[in-house]
């Protein structure tokens, strides 16, 4: 149970913040966000931007920035088999408080059930933001199709891209 394996992705132009629950086992081993192949996330945020879809780790943190977003996780810490949220245990959320002293959050959305259930739990309470669940992009997720989540994701991102 080490600590968060990549810090957050925010600038002094980050409006919305996207959190996950816990990097997956591939994540971790390629070193960012949504690294899984089947993951849509990364599709999807270049869908929804109008963009190229990024493939090395610097373009997808300059996609995040460009578009006033903030990416990183609820969980700083946790128990966890393979890639299943619903095995998190042990959970120990992320401190919030310096990137929403240097950011401009406003709008906090949660990708998937279990990643909006630990924030309303841990970190809701403490930065007193409500956060949106949104379907997650997970390969787990199978039953919400890509279009599901463009119209989804894309009416409650719309107001917060840049």
């Given at each position: 149970m080490a600590g968060h394996p990549f810090g957050p992705v925010a600038g002094p132009n980050s409006r919305a913040l996207i959190l996950g629950?816990?990097?997956s086992p591939k994540s971790r081993q390629l070193g960012f966000y949504y690294g899984h192949p089947q993951n849509r996330f990364w599709p999807l945020l270049a869908a929804l931007t109008g963009e190229q879809l990024p493939v090395e780790i610097e373009a997808k943190r300059q996609?995040?920035?460009?578009?006033?977003?903030?990416?990183?996780?609820?969980?700083?810490?946790?128990?966890?088999?393979?890639?299943?949220?619903?095995?998190?245990?042990?959970?120990?959320?992320?401190?919030?408080?310096?990137?929403?002293?240097?950011?401009?959050?406003?709008a906090v959305f949660c990708n998937g059930t279990a990643a909006h259930t630990l924030y309303t739990k841990h970190l809701q309470p403490v930065c007193g933001l409500p956060a949106v669940r949104l379907p997650s992009t997970s390969p787990a997720n199978a039953a919400v199709?890509?279009?599901?989540?463009?119209?989804?994701?894309?009416?409650a991102l719309a107001p917060w891209l840049v």
């Open positions: 629950s816990w990097p996609l995040i920035l460009r578009h006033g977003l903030a990416l990183w996780d609820v969980l700083d810490s946790c128990t966890i088999t393979g890639a299943s949220d619903a095995s998190i245990r042990d959970a120990v959320p992320v401190d919030l408080t310096a990137l929403l002293q240097a950011a401009p959050i406003q199709r890509m279009a599901q989540l463009q119209q989804v994701w894309g009416e």
